[in-house]
């Protein structure tokens, strides 16, 4: 485990082939981005890739779920987090591809991925409800200090979730967005 972001390199430049970004949104404030992409730059081989998956938000008939989305993306704008000018999205997926320009790579590409979690998809169902259940746990805290919610409607919101979520007419979709760029092969050469 290395911090990525220090002010010396962890590793050799242009040491790897791959370098796969997920959910950073969670742990990198808005002025690092450039940064990040910088560094991936440097360490990449030539032709080397760069692969970077970011959701930026959920799809759903569920009130609780919408009231979890809206507290998380306001707790990211106001900790300093995401990239939207509003606390009502995250925000990194509409910059990813002019940033990763911004930064030298190429051969930029987007794919999106669709998770459905709805009532009809009985085992993704039953894993998001966990995986939800889980979240609102580990995040409390975070989204308490951000002063997006409280205790109380964190609870009310965990016991509607697995409500919500079991009834036949529930639906839930996640979209991931997959950016994948390209280190130059050669200076000089696109």
């Known amino acids: 485990v290395q911090n990525f972001l220090a002010n010396e390199l962890p590793f050799r430049e242009q040491s790897f082939d791959l370098i796969h970004v997920r ?3 969670g742990w990198l404030k808005r002025a690092e981005w450039v940064l990040l992409l910088a560094r991936c730059l440097v360490l990449l ?3 080397g890739y760069v692969v970077m998956t970011e959701g930026e938000g959920i799809y759903t008939t569920s009130p609780a779920l919408e009231r979890l989305q809206e507290m998380l993306c306001a707790a990211l704008h106001v900790s300093g987090y995401g990239l ?5 999205f995250m925000g990194v997926v509409a910059h990813l591809g002019s940033l990763s320009a911004q930064t030298g790579l190429q051969q930029i590409e987007t794919t999106v ?3 459905d979690y709805s009532y009809s998809q009985e085992e993704a169902n039953r894993a998001w409800r966990d995986s939800f259940h889980s979240f609102i746990s580990e995040s409390s805290l975070f989204l308490l200090q951000a002063g997006v919610t409280t205790t109380e409607e964190l609870v009310q919101i965990d ?3 697995l409500i919500e979520m079991y009834q036949e007419d529930f639906g839930g979709l996640g979209p991931l967005f997959t950016f994948s760029a390209q280190r130059p092969r050669g200076e000089g050469k696109e």
């Open 23 to 25: 959910f950073a949104v």
């Open 45 to 47: 081989k030539p032709g």
């Open 84 to 88: 939207s000018l509003s606390p009502r």
């Open 113 to 115: 991925t669709l998770l």
């Open 159 to 161: 016991t509607r979730l």
